[in-house]
């Protein structure tokens, strides 16, 4: 169950960042690496997580090495953007893997996709099959990414 995050003080930012850059690693290092020692680095840790500062653990995969180098970025523009047609998207949105993020944006269009797959033919099977086929579609607009400059996850800015 979460709650309401307290406010987080340096030794909750540090911890934050050392598991942005290390998620595997030991109570007793990450006590080690923020100054505390391991009951209270634990307790924190143990806080972070139940508020839902910490969302869970993952392994992060290479996709150039699993064969999904092809990144298309799709403007998406909808006929009807009440909550219940949003509502409606985004469900349809969040039952397509190839879709890796998923914005509603403020601008020109309504939704921005970051889709990924192994070729250009394996994405416009998915544009046709998957993405022309969610709810409330007007139009879309296809951007091929040429190379990915800066991804990184989620970091602690403070």
Known sequence: ??????????????????LAEQGRISITELARRIGLSK??????????????????????LDPIRLGLDHVAFVEVRLTDTREDA????????ARIPEIEQAHLIAGNFDYLLKVRTGSMRAYRAVLAESISTLPYIASTSTYVAMQAVK????SDTA
């Open 39 to 60: 009951s209270p680095t634990q307790a924190r840790l143990r806080r972070l997580e139940e508020t839902g500062a910490i969302r869970g653990y993952r392994a992060i």
């Open 151 to 154: 991804e990184d996850g989620v």
């Open 1 to 18: 169950m979460q709650s309401e995050i307290p406010a987080l003080d340096r030794f909750d930012h540090a911890i934050l960042s050392t």
């Open 86 to 93: 949003l509502a409606a998207f985004n469900d349809a949105v």
